[in-house]
């Protein structure tokens, strides 16, 4: 069975950086590719960022281009995202997920990250 588990989430000012690392386990991620969602409040939520697994191919949503970087250490089955010049509109509740999971509704408990203006 799937596990993954966000952390590294917390309250910084505008401007300032976080690193959120998501521990993967239950099975071999190698054929996935693995994505950073977001939602806050009151909003649907949305990917962040993704990365195959096996090639370390990426995406971006266009507003956080030049500011995230997700990258993967696959013999530590972890999945990280570098979030640089927090703005206020990043804040949310991150979750970790396969692209495959992230459609049956299935979902961790994610890690808050607030910025403040």
């Known amino acids: 069975q799937v596990q993954l588990v966000e952390s590294g989430g917390g309250l910084v000012q505008a401007g300032g950086s976080l690193r959120l690392s998501c521990a993967a386990s239950?099975?071999?991620?190698?054929?996935?590719?693995l994505g950073w969602f977001r939602q806050d409040p009151g909003k649907d939520r949305e990917i962040v960022a993704a990365?195959?697994?096996?090639?370390?191919?990426?995406y971006y949503r266009d507003s956080v281009k030049g500011r995230f970087t997700i990258f993967r250490d696959r013999a530590k089955n972890t999945l990280y995202l570098q979030m640089n010049s927090l703005k206020p509109e990043d804040t949310a509740v991150y979750y970790c997920?396969?692209?495959?999971?992230?459609?049956?509704?299935?979902w961790g408990r994610g890690t808050q990250v607030s910025v403040s203006s």
């Open positions: 997920n396969t692209l495959t999971r992230a459609t049956t509704g299935r």
């Open positions: 239950g099975r071999t991620f190698i054929n996935y590719a």
């Open positions: 990365v195959s697994w096996r090639t370390g191919t990426t």
